[in-house]
């Protein structure tokens, strides 16, 4: 054993404080960048993302739904989903409701949705779904026109949609 004063450098505090700081910055960088590959945000549906760039395409089937005067009454239970839609003469056999996530695609659901009379009333199965802001999609198999409307899970109650506004719907 050396003693003649000196010290090896690993002894030293001021060191491992120089050594130390940037090690973390280096470790917490490579952490972040593990998390982000690891939980990459998916993303939105193909329909969503083609609102974004060309709004007319959407907008058009909207317009649509406005000069017919559709409008629908929807009603989600448990497990069971209820809609009576307005305005049209000639009933579609089937609706798709979609529920879209706004940021997640593995979090959206599409219903089909098929007609139990001939006044306009149509029923599917329901899964709940989680809690969080959706986008939901309502429009007939040929995707000739849509409604539109926003709304916040989890989705019971009954909710109205209306053609030709991009206000959130009503829930009762």
């Keep these: 054993m050396r003693d003649d004063g000196k010290r ?17 910055a280096v470790i917490a960088a490579v952490t972040s960048a593990v998390i982000a590959f690891k939980h990459q ?3 939105v549906s193909e329909d969503i993302h083609k609102v974004g760039l060309v709004t007319t395409q959407g907008r058009d089937r909207e317009d649509k739904a406005a000069s017919l005067g559709l409008s629908a009454r929807l009603h989600i239970g ?6 009576a839609l307005e305005g049209l003469s000639n009933w579609p056999d089937m609706l798709n409701l979609k529920l879209v996530h706004p940021t997640e695609a593995g979090q959206d659901k599409v219903y089909r949705l098929h ?10 199965s329901f899964a709940s779904t989680k809690q ?3 986008l ?4 007939p198999a040929d995707a000739s026109w849509r409604l539109v ?13 209306g053609a030709g506004t991009r206000n959130p719907p009503t829930h009762h």
Excluded at 78 to 83: A, G, N, R
Excluded at 151 to 161: K, Y
């Design 115 to 124: 007609r139990v009379d001939a006044a306009g009333h149509y029923a599917a």
């Design 41 to 43: 945000d998916s993303l």
């Design 78 to 83: 448990p497990d069971h989903l209820d809609i």
């Design 132 to 134: 969080g802001r959706r």
């Design 8 to 24: 090896g450098f690993w002894r030293e505090p001021m060191v491992w404080m120089i050594i130390g700081l940037p090690l973390s």
């Design 149 to 161: 409307g926003v709304l916040q899970s989890p989705l019971q109650g009954e909710i109205l949609l």
């Design 136 to 139: 939901l999609v309502l429009e």
